[in-house]
């Protein structure tokens, strides 16, 4: 059985920093592509950024209003991911998911992403 969880969210000032981390256990980690995902209030989930299966990290994002503002990085040792976002805004309050990727490569499709967490809430207070 696939068991995901999300942490390191919270209640964090405008312009302040917050760094979510993802635990997985059960699947081949190593093998598949790794994305982080967002819903914030009034919009669809969306996706923020993904790593494919050998990649390390990156700062692109998906999302143009976090583009330079977000770190995404996996550790293939510890089956662990984190997102590390600076210089946050009220408008990036939500609840942020990870998930698993089917194959070893990144897709901008929410149905290719299986084994998602329950997410963690990060509110930005202005």
């Known amino acids: 059985q696939v068991q995901v969880a999300e942490s390191g969210g919270g209640l964090v000032e405008a312009g302040g920093s917050v760094k979510l981390s993802c635990t997985f256990d059960?699947?081949?980690?190593?093998?598949?592509?790794m994305g982080w995902f967002r819903q914030v209030p009034g919009k669809e989930r969306e996706e923020v950024s993904c790593?494919?299966?050998?990649?390390?990290?990156?700062?692109?994002s998906y999302v143009a209003s976090l583009k330079g503002r977000v770190t995404f990085s996996r550790d293939n040792v510890q089956y662990t991911l984190t997102l590390q976002m600076n210089r946050l805004r009220p408008e990036d309050t939500g609840k942020y998911f990870c998930?698993?990727?089917?194959?070893?490569?990144?897709?901008?499709?929410?149905?290719?992403?299986?084994?998602w967490g329950h997410g963690t809430q990060v509110t930005v207070s202005s």
């Open positions: 059960g699947l081949p980690f190593r093998q598949l592509a």
């Open positions: 998930a698993a990727a089917r194959g070893e490569y990144c897709s901008e499709s929410l149905d290719e992403y299986t084994d």
């Open positions: 790593l494919d299966y050998r990649s390390r990290d990156t700062t692109m």
